[in-house]
């Protein structure tokens, strides 16, 4: 079993940042590849970005250029750095890994608005 826990998120405003944390209770992030999605009010879960166990990255059309994933195996925390956020941003985001089965961490909500 392993647990994943969000946390980062909050209220800010168009063009601001912010950095999303996702913590595993278990020393394999080295071994796995991490995904952050997002899902917002009405609309389906989306991916967003993903790192592979090697550091290969994935962005979404929407994430490109503006969003920085990456992880630190010492600390099994997975991280997006959300820059130029707008409020089409706006969404809960979880981050998933794979590992024997799919585990989905809680959610961390991220609201974009002036």
């Known amino acids: 079993q392993v647990q994943l826990v969000e946390s980062g998120g909050g209220t800010v405003q168009p063009g601001g940042s912010l950095r999303l944390s996702c913590t595993a209770s278990?020393?394999?992030?080295?071994?796995?590849?991490m995904r952050w999605y997002r899902q917002a009010p009405g609309k389906e879960r989306e991916l967003v970005a993903s790192?592979?166990?090697?550091?290969?990255?994935y962005y979404s059309n929407s994430a490109k250029g503006r969003f920085t994933i990456s992880r630190d195996n010492t600390k099994n925390t997975m991280y997006l750095q959300m820059n130029s956020l707008k409020a089409e941003d706006t969404a809960v985001y979880y981050c998933?890994?794979?590992?024997?089965?799919?585990?989905w961490g809680k959610g961390t909500l991220v609201s974009v608005s002036s």
């Open positions: 998933h890994i794979f590992y024997e089965m799919d585990y």
């Open positions: 278990r020393s394999i992030l080295s071994i796995v590849t």
């Open positions: 790192i592979s166990s090697s550091g290969t990255t």
